[in-house]
């Protein structure tokens, strides 16, 4: 008699799986370092200046600080093509990470012995160093956890990814705003520095990524040139790709504006430094993980074009509460429907744009095209947020100012629908595996 066919349960943890695997759990180490210098120079530094009487004009002009990760894939091409002497030997990838973190620690470190009450300039040439180490750590934390990560993982390893982002930042900005009320900010810096760790912990743990695809190697001024325009005409060479570069120029606009603001807002308001750290930092940081986490099902149940979508009209809806909280005023109730909304909606953004943004590269430039990428994702935003955004706030007030960033958010919205439907968003994804796994 034959025996009927044994029934294995469902393993009620499979969903959790993908997310234990060694190169996601990498993603989240690497991307704790690369969202704590975000911190330092964004809204961590703004309290600072605003606490200490700088005006606003001023402040927002910091922002400018930010330019300088917009411009990195200038200098990308070197992490992907020259070898460092001693520390060469540990890997392309590990040797530009250790170093790049030590950069970072260092930087940031000395931004906070600058005291604003003494010299803006020293404050402002801190804070440019810290883009400088911080962008070039972030040119290499992406290329390594790209090629580190297989087609199937990308949506998994973006959301780790932003998982970490989020945990350096907030934890960097927490850390800081509560060390600096009782042992002043200089203790505050020196003590966040530390979050380079996390990264160079992963480059021990997982050694050399397997997917990392050396460049055709070439000599003397060829090898210079090639290592600066192989990677961009590469890209440019696509069917589609001005296009899609435009979207990633214009798709963060509104986004840009509104984040980077926000805790002027919040300080106009009166909201206190304690009122800050639990619904901006306490609250949006367990919103932006149930976005993350809901980005990830999006990703996987309906493919990267309308995970992508979905998160752009969140996005751009969502810059709307910030002009309702304007218009209320200060109420804690509002703020944390206002910053969790935000976050939800820009954690669904993290995984889908990401994983889109890591979807395009060539596995031979990664380091230099994931920074374009990266860097004209959020250009035009932060420019205009440090040339004009506080005088725009100073001349049409806050809840006008707002209004007018969501409408700036629908232009990228309204593109990349177009590009869905003639077909681009496939035809500008040149890896094979990357392209068949992307949706599906």
Known sequence: MTQPHSIKPRDPLAWLRPYLEPAPLGALLLGISSGFPYAMIGAT??????????????????????????????????????????????????????????????????????????????????????????????????????????P???????????????????????????????????????????????????????????????????KGMAAALAAVLDPLMEFFKRHGAWLVLLFVLLHKIGDTLANLTVRLLLND??????????????????????????????????GMK???????????VSNLSFAALAHIGHNNAMLAFTICFENFASGIGGVAVVAYLSAL???????????????AASIVGRFVTGTTAGGLIESMGYENFYLLTTVLALPGVLLFAWMIRSGLIDQAIVETDVRRAADG
């Open 45 to 150: 530094l703004t309290t600072r200046l605003a606490q200490d009487g700088i005006d606003k004009k001023s402040v927002t002009a910091f922002s400018l600080a930010f330019l300088v990760y917009n411009f990195k894939f200038l200098w990308a091409p070197l992490i992907d093509s020259l070898r460092l002497p001693l520390l060469g030997r540990l890997g392309q990838r590990r040797s530009w990470l250790f170093l790049s973190a030590a950069a970072v620690a260092a930087s940031v470190t000395w931004l906070g012995l600058a005291d604003p009450n003494d010299s803006l300039m020293r404050v402002a040439t801190a804070a440019v160093l810290v883009g400088i180490a911080g962008s070039t750590f972030d040119i290499v934390i992406d290329a390594y956890r790209i090629e580190l990560l297989e």
């Open 152 to 218: 199937r993982q990308l949506g998994v390893g973006s959301g780790m990814s932003q998982y970490g982002w989020r945990i350096g930042s907030v934890s960097a900005g927490a850390l800081a705003l509560l060390v600096a009320a009782k042992s002043g900010w200089s203790t505050a810096y020196a003590l966040c520095a530390m979050f380079a760790v996390p990264a160079v912990i992963a480059g021990l743990w997982l050694g050399e990524p397997e997917r990392h695809r050396e460049p055709i190697k070439r």
């Open 269 to 302: 308001l009166h909201f206190s430094n304690e009122e800050i750290a639990t619904y901006d930092v306490g609250f949006g940081f367990i919103a932006y993980l149930v976005g993350i986490f809901v980005g990830g099902i999006l990703y996987a149940r309906l």
């Open 306 to 316: 309308r995970a992508v979508m979905i998160s752009l009209v969140l996005m751009a």
């Open 361 to 375: 590269c060539n596995l031979s430039f990664t380091a230099t095209q994931f920074a374009l990428l990266s860097a």
